[in-house]
């Protein structure tokens, strides 16, 4: 299966700034996904993004507060814009190489804003 | 909406006990996945069930399919403490194709083992 590379792994913000999460896949994809997890719960889709288009977002999150990068097939950033209390979460991105396989998940970033 | 739900969300057990957790969806799926999440770490793929009725082994974990395609479910026996984390089910929404189908994912299933 690919190894992705995360990071940061956590970070501490402060209110009103903006933080670029970083995804390194050692192998090309087509579609990199990126979830956001509250401690305790359950994954929650943000987008998903194709290289060489724009992200499709789910709903309730927008391209203004998460802006994606996927400027090729190995890699992509989450930026988590003019961020508040409530962004406080793990932020994780994640490939699916083959059909008969599951995806592939980033170690993670905690970020916690304050 | 689909739905994927997992019942129970925690379950408390002693070292040695069985363990399952069920997952049922609101809709047919095409395979279901199992993931486990250690505490602090990331989810980590287990297992993708295809066919009607599968089910299939790793060790002391074992995993059905349904024959409706619509549950599944992961039976651990005489767990070990290494068995902690919550344990997940996820399913492809009916949207989309091949390995770009977004997942709805069940709310996970907590094991913790008391030794």
């Known amino acids: 299966s690919a190894v992705i590379s995360q990071k940061p792994s956590r970070d501490i913000c402060q209110r009103g700034t903006s933080l670029t999460i970083q995804c390194q896949v050692d192998?090309?994809?087509?579609?990199m996904f990126w979830y956001r997890q509250q401690p305790g719960q359950s994954l929650t889709l943000i987008a998903t993004?194709?290289?060489?288009?724009?992200?499709?977002?789910e709903s309730g999150f927008v391209i203004d507060k998460f802006p994606i990068s996927r400027p090729n097939l190995t890699f992509s950033t989450l930026t988590v814009s003019n961020m508040s209390p409530e962004d406080s979460s793990i932020y994780l991105c994640?490939?699916?190489?083959?059909?008969?396989?599951?995806?592939?998940f980033g170690s993670g970033t905690r970020l916690t804003v304050v | 909406g689909q739905q994927v739900m997992q019942i129970p969300q925690y379950q408390h057990v002693q070292e040695g006990e069985d363990f399952t957790t069920y997952c049922n969806s609101s809709?047919?799926?095409?395979?279901i996945q199992w993931y486990k999440q250690r505490p602090g770490g990331h989810p980590v793929f287990l297992i993708q069930?295809?066919?009607s009725g599968e089910v299939k082994k790793q060790k002391r974990l074992t995993f059905q399919f349904g024959e409706a395609k619509k549950n599944s479910s992961l039976h651990i026996t005489a767990t070990q403490t290494t068995d902690v984390g919550t344990y997940f089910c996820?399913?492809?929404?009916?949207?989309?194709?091949?390995?770009?189908?977004?997942?709805?994912w069940g709310l996970g299933t907590s094991l913790a083992v008391n030794p």
């Open positions: 996820a399913g492809p929404t009916a949207l989309g194709a091949g390995n770009n189908r977004k997942l709805i």
């Open positions: 809709t047919t799926l095409s395979n």
């Open positions: 069930l295809v066919k």
């Open positions: 192998s090309q994809v087509t579609m």
């Open positions: 993004a194709n290289q060489g288009s724009e992200a499709t977002y």
């Open positions: 994640s490939v699916r190489q083959w059909a008969n396989y599951g995806y592939t």
